[in-house]
Nanobody, 114 residues
């Protein structure tokens, strides 16, 4: 079983920055894909960014150039550095791990004020 715990959300002004963390524990297979998704009020959950076990990354178009995904394998922790935040980035951000299963954290709220 895998447990994912997000942290780092909060309230930030337009143009500000936040760094989200996702700590993974349990049985974590070496071959996996970790990612961030978000769900804004009244909208469906959407992909934000992902990183593979060998470090390949992918980003959704709305966040390219502003967000950076990374991970520390020794700490089993993934990060999302979010810069130049906009009100439309306001959402609950979820950590995801795909490895012989699909695992989700409970989410952390990011609110960007205009």
């Amino acid at each position: 079983q895998v447990q994912l715990v997000e942290s780092g959300g909060g309230l930030v002004q337009f143009g500000g920055s936040l760094r989200l963390s996702c700590a993974a524990s349990g049985t974590i297979f070496r071959a996996n894909v970790m990612g961030w998704y978000r769900q804004a009020p009244g909208k469906e959950r959407e992909f934000v960014a992902s990183i593979t076990s060998v470090g390949s990354t992918d980003y959704a178009n709305p966040v390219k150039g502003r967000f950076t995904i990374s991970k520390d394998n020794a700490k089993n922790t993934m990060y999302l550095q979010m810069n130049s935040l906009k009100p439309e980035d306001t959402a609950v951000y979820y950590c995801n791990l795909k490895a012989y299963g699909d695992y989700w954290g409970k989410g952390t709220l990011v609110t960007v004020s205009s």
